[in-house]
T-cell receptor, first 111, second 115 residues
Framework: GQSLEQPSEVTAVEGAIVQINCTYQ??????LSWYQQHDGGAPTFLSY????GLEETGRFSSFLSRSDSYGYLLLQELQMKDSASYFC????????????FGTGTRLQVTL | NAGVMQNPRHLVRRRGQEARLRCSPM?????VYWYRQLPEEGLKFMVY????????ESGMPKERFSAEFPKEGPSILRIQQVVRGDSAAYFC?????????????FGPGTRLTVL
């Protein structure tokens, strides 16, 4: 089967940097995606890693190590509006379009 | 360019009734995915459809649930004889099916409450 592990909650202060880790167990790994979801809202795509290394998009960066089955999302210069749930999601080679989501990390940004 | 549209946004049904959830993909997208999300949980894949074809339904419950994506009109997720455990948020996503990543864009979801 497949499983993804994320911390359930993270708290950080405004302006800080926070890292949300994701470890996965899956067969036929294709890539790792990150989504943001505000309460009552739809998941919004943030980042994707198909290859090892760091992908940077503005204040958000994502990292992947395929050999360690591990990735993380890095959020810099935290803002109050970043308070949301963050999900990692795996795409597999067998069904390259299906996403398997982690249980999510709830980020609370405080003053 | 309008995003993924879902309706209704909120749906209340009594046990035993039928629920129909609609999804109109983004313009130019011919691939549709349905996911279910229980409170405080991640999204669980249900089904992946292209026009007039079910590509992967490995996440669909064997009974009471069905999905279609006709040549014309929105994709429909149908739940027959709903039970309280069906209460959840149901999200639809669409993509072009092209490119290395084939990013999925999500709709606002339909929140189903079964009384």
């Amino acid at each position: 089967g497949q499983s993804l592990e994320q911390p359930s909650e993270v708290t950080a202060v405004e302006g800080a940097i926070v890292q949300i880790n994701c470890t996965y167990q899956t067969s036929g790994f294709y890539g790792l995606s990150w989504y943001q979801q505000h309460d009552g809202g739809a998941p919004t795509f943030l980042s994707y890693n198909g290859l090892d290394g760091l992908e940077e998009t503005g204040r958000f960066s994502s990292f992947l190590s395929r050999s360690d089955s591990y990735g993380y999302l890095l959020l810099q210069e935290l803002q109050m509006k970043d308070s949301a749930s963050y999900f990692c999601a795996v795409r597999n080679t067998g069904t390259a379009s299906k996403l398997t989501f982690g249980t999510g990390t709830r980020l609370q940004v405080t003053l | 360019n309008a995003g993924v549209m879902q309706n209704p946004r909120h749906l209340v049904r009594r046990r035993g009734q039928e629920a129909r959830l609609r999804c109109s993909p983004m313009k130019g997208h011919s691939h549709v995915y349905w996911y279910r999300q229980l409170p405080e949980e991640g999204l669980k894949f249900m089904v992946y459809l292209q026009k007039e074809n079910i590509i992967d339904e490995s996440g669909m419950p064997k009974e009471r649930f069905s999905a279609e994506f006709p040549k014309e009109g929105p994709s429909i997720l149908r739940i027959q004889q709903v039970v309280r455990g069906d209460s959840a948020a149901y999200f639809c996503a669409s993509s072009t099916g092209l490119g290395t990543y084939n990013e999925q864009f999500f709709g606002p979801g339909t929140r189903l409450t079964v009384l």
